[in-house]
């Protein structure tokens, strides 16, 4: 067994775990933005109810 032997999948499992962790950040960033634009549009439709009340 020679170096390459060993050092192949290590270096091909920390690749897969670094596409796995970029994933993961952007599952997170787009939940974020969900978040966001959700809470905006609820602001909105609780504004604009309460001007309908007025």
């Keep these: 067994m020679n170096d390459t032997d060993i050092h192949s ?3 091909k ?3 897969r775990k670094d596409e ?3 994933i ?3 599952s997170l960033a787009s939940m974020v933005r969900l978040t966001k634009l959700t809470t905006i549009g609820m602001r ?3 504004l ?3 001007i309908r009340e007025l």
């Design 44 to 46: 909105y439709t609780l």
């Design 20 to 22: 796995e962790e970029y």
């Design 48 to 50: 604009i109810e309460t």
């Design 24 to 26: 993961l950040y952007e």
């Design 9 to 11: 999948p290590i270096s």
């Design 13 to 15: 499992g920390s690749k």
